[in-house]
């Protein structure tokens, strides 16, 4: 057989966009947001992923070209996700910086809401399920606690100390997406 080129990259994207065309319509969740959000960013703006199911949800789809992604995976990435991204935003104010967190890693670093160098080029997306949804793949120690585990690590009152965290630090909070039935 005779190679030329990118054959096999070629195949490989043929493949790929064969198996895109078959997955059904997502359900509401983290992937279907990704699905749904990731070709609104715009060119030459920044993408923060917390760590596990947004960076592997979101890396299921093609970022636009032009767009930078990140992630901290630094103390099992539910530290600092949210300072990095304000960190960067402030290095590079002509930039506009999009971060996707999870309830629970919000709260691990909602610390960084009382700077009062916050930048105005962030845009966060909190995806709230009330739920450490990591908790529960089955490979995980604590998937044995079902559906106590909810009592012992979800940010059950995420709403409410969302709704105060933010609204104290003088950060607009807008409602987000809503898939209709």
């Known amino acids: 057989m ?3 080129g990118n054959n096999c990259f070629e195949e490989w994207s043929r493949e790929l966009a064969r198996l895109r065309a078959e997955i059904p319509e997502l359900p509401f969740s983290n992937v279907w947001m990704a699905q749904q ?5 715009p060119e030459n703006s920044a993408l923060y992923l917390g760590i596990l199911n947004s960076l592997r949800s979101w890396n299921f789809f093609d970022k636009p070209d032009g767009v930078e992604a990140y992630a901290n995976t630094g103390g099992f990435g539910i530290d600092g996700g949210i300072s990095s991204l304000a960190g960067a935003a402030l290095a590079s104010p002509e930039k506009l ?5 999870g309830d629970l890693a919000f709260f ?5 809401f009382g700077n009062r160098h916050f930048a105005s080029n962030i845009r966060l997306l909190l995806i709230n399920n009330g739920r450490g949804t990591e908790f529960r793949n089955y490979s995980h120690p604590a998937a044995r606690f079902g559906e106590k585990a909810d009592a012992f690590m979800a940010a059950g009152r995420a709403k409410k100390l969302t709704r105060k965290a933010l609204g104290e630090s003088g950060v607009r909070m807008v409602k ?4 209709k039935k």
């Open 108 to 112: 691990y670093d909602m610390n960084i």
């Open 2 to 4: 005779e190679r030329k």
């Open 97 to 101: 910086f999009f971060g996707i967190t």
């Open 37 to 41: 959000t990731l070709p609104l960013i």
């Open 176 to 179: 987000g997406l809503i898939k």
